[in-house]
Structures are given as structure tokens and as C-alpha cells.
């Protein structure tokens, strides 16, 4: 049964940073691509960032430069470290698998953590 955990949202002001972290059980990060996505109010659902099991990211272009994305192994957790926030970017975030641009990924899907931009 896999489990993903978010944790690390709240409210930020605006060109604050946050880092998300995202714990897996049940699913070994190690050999899966993993994704942060993020869900603001009356949108779709968004991939944000992706790292591959051979480390290569991906990012949304509204994000690159100011988001990254990266993994420990040995804890089985994926990180997005958010430098750089705008009011944009607020939403709930979650983490799952990664399957490829445009490919909807199984339905591990948390909680979520919410983030919240604003003065």
C-alpha cells in the first residue's frame, strides 16, 4: 500500500521561501520518478517539478529558477525547496509518482500542504 506524506507548507509573505517534503512508504523513491504538483482554487491540478530516478528535473516554466526539486534516498523523502514565492503560487501541494508530461499518475495522492503567499 503506498503512502506519500506532505509536510513543510504555511503562510509565507511574498520572495519568502519554503521547502516541502513529501515521505514515501510502500514505494521505493529510489527507482520511481517522483513529482511535486500543486492545486490552487478553482484550477486544475499542475505538474510543478519532476526528478527521474537518474536525477534529471523537469520544472514548470512559471516556477524554473526559483523552485527545486531533489530526493533523499535513504529517507525515502522528496523535496521542493520554493525560494522567491509570489501570491501565484499559492495552493494545495502534493507529491506522487512522475509517469511523464501529460500522463496522469496513479492514484497515490496525499493530503497535500498547503501554501499560502501573502503580505
Known amino acids: 500500500q503506498v503512502q506519500l506524506v506532505e509536510s513543510g507548507g504555511g503562510l509565507v509573505q511574498p520572495g519568502g521561501s519554503l521547502r516541502l517534503s513529501c515521505t514515501a512508504s510502500?514505494?521505493?523513491?529510489?527507482?520511481?520518478?517522483m513529482g511535486w504538483y500543486r492545486q490552487a482554487t478553482g484550477k486544475q491540478r499542475e505538474l510543478v517539478a519532476a526528478i527521474t530516478s537518474g536525477g534529471s528535473t523537469v520544472y514548470a516554466d512559471s516556477v524554473k529558477g526559483r523552485f527545486t526539486i531533489y530526493r533523499d534516498n535513504a529517507k525515502n523523502t522528496v523535496y521542493l525547496q520554493m525560494n522567491s514565492l509570489s501570491p501565484e503560487d499559492t495552493a494545495v501541494y502534493y507529491c506522487?509518482?512522475?509517469?511523464?508530461?501529460?500522463?496522469?499518475?496513479?492514484?497515490?495522492w496525499g493530503q497535500g500542504t498547503q501554501v499560502t503567499v501573502s503580505s
Open positions: 510502500g514505494l521505493s523513491i529510489r527507482i520511481n520518478a
Open positions: 506522487n509518482t512522475f509517469r511523464g508530461i501529460g500522463v496522469l499518475p496513479p492514484n497515490y
